[in-house]
């Protein structure tokens, strides 16, 4: 059941920080720090003032950013690269001790993770961008937040209620991206 409740967290956390790792770090940290949950010892590591603190930081800059059209388009550019170090790191951290060939794999399946739900989050920020109104990005934003909050809950207190999700949100995202890319040649193959 140890495993299970590892490969849980991993995956519900990995998939987060894809989306905001600031939120994600901040919060493994604080329920590491006060003892929300009985975690796993591995978990100390997020147990760090300093680090809380800057991730505490970094999320508010990350909560302003994400506020404004085109400087969150920004934001997730320069976080093309940090959300899936940091959902590689997560993973790792989270499943503890293995071997090293393990740990690989373990980091590879947690920064494609990432990648994958920031690269579906800056997607949806580009799009939502060209609106005229700034209301969509303040939605999405405010709904991200939220969505990283719950999952992480989810993670810490049911982890493989959090993986299910993790895996039915990975099959939708996959379904979504096999329509658009169907969508795209078609409309390439109308205009050649």
Do not use: C
């Not at 939120?23 to 329920?31: P, V």
């Not at 603190?53 to 320069?78: N, T």
């Not at 170090?85 to 393990?102: C, F, K, N, Q, W």
């Amino acid at each position: 059941m140890d495993a299970l409740a590892a490969l849980g967290r991993m995956l519900g956390f990995s998939f987060a920080a894809g989306i905001n790792l600031y939120a994600t770090t901040a919060i493994l940290g604080l329920a590491a720090h006060f003892h929300w949950v009985d975690l796993p010892p591995q978990y100390a590591v997020f147990d760090n003032p300093w680090l809380i603190a800057g991730a505490l930081v970094l999320y508010i800059v990350e909560f302003i950013a994400d506020k404004i059209p085109w400087v969150d388009s920004m934001w997730d550019a320069v976080h093309t690269v940090i959300r899936p170090l940091g959902g590689a790191l997560i993973a790792v951290t989270a499943m503890g001790h293995t071997s090293r060939e393990t740990e690989a794999l373990i980091a590879l399946a947690g920064g494609a993770l990432a990648a994958g739900t920031h690269l579906t989050k800056a997607g949806t920020r580009a799009v939502a961008n060209t609106s005229p109104e700034p209301f969509s990005n303040w939605i999405l934003s405010f709904s991200e937040d939220g969505f990283v909050l719950g999952l992480a809950v989810l993670a810490l207190k049911y982890p493989l209620a959090a993986a299910m999700v993790v895996i039915a949100l990975v099959a939708l995202m996959l379904l979504l991206a096999g329509w658009l890319v169907r969508k795209l040649r078609r409309g390439f193959q109308r205009t050649a």
